[in-house]
């Protein structure tokens, strides 16, 4: 596993409130990209989703993701993030996009329409790049 290098981790703290791309891939072998929000637990990266949704439906079926988290106040400074999904689970997702909404919005207010379900990706860095 890569660690992140000392002088961009502040792109990983909640003050800088950087947003990740992640891409997965399509079962015909094509990218798809979503902005989202993340944070990091340990040395692992943690988004979120809703079961269903094709991003968690590639994950599912291939582990093998990248991510990019740009600094936003310069868009030129970001690390790119080659990784494995290694749990995907439920309990404690909704707790968790309740923080990231803190983190990103400054309010844990987020409504989960009713039959939805949340889900907590953890993601290992297996390759980081910083650049910047």
């Known amino acids: 596993m890569d660690s992140f290098p000392e002088g961009y981790r502040d792109l990983?703290?909640?003050?800088?409130?950087?947003?990740?791309?992640?891409?997965?891939?399509?079962?015909?072998?094509?990218p798809q990209v979503t902005p989202l929000w993340f944070d990091v637990d340990g040395d692992r990266l943690r988004i979120n989703t809703a079961r269903g949704r094709v991003?968690?439906?590639?994950?599912?079926?291939?582990s093998q993701v990248a991510l990019a988290?740009?600094?936003?106040?310069?868009?030129?400074?970001?690390l790119q993030v080659r990784g494995e999904v290694?749990?995907?689970?439920?309990?404690?997702?909704?707790?968790h996009i309740r923080a990231l909404s803190r983190k990103y919005r400054g309010t844990?207010?987020?409504e989960i329409p009713a039959g939805q379900v949340r889900v907590m990706i953890l993601i290992r860095p297996d390759r980081v790049h910083a650049q910047g």
């Not at 990983?12 to 094509?30: I, Q």
């Not at 290694?86 to 707790?95: F, H, P, S």
């Open 108 to 110: 844990p207010d987020f």
């Open 55 to 62: 991003k968690e439906r590639n994950m599912r079926a291939r």
């Open 12 to 30: 990983l703290k909640d003050e800088a409130r950087a947003y990740a791309f992640l891409a997965t891939t399509m079962d015909d072998g094509s």
């Open 69 to 78: 988290i740009f600094d936003p106040a310069n868009l030129y400074r970001y």
């Open 86 to 95: 290694v749990e995907m689970r439920e309990r404690g997702a909704e707790e």
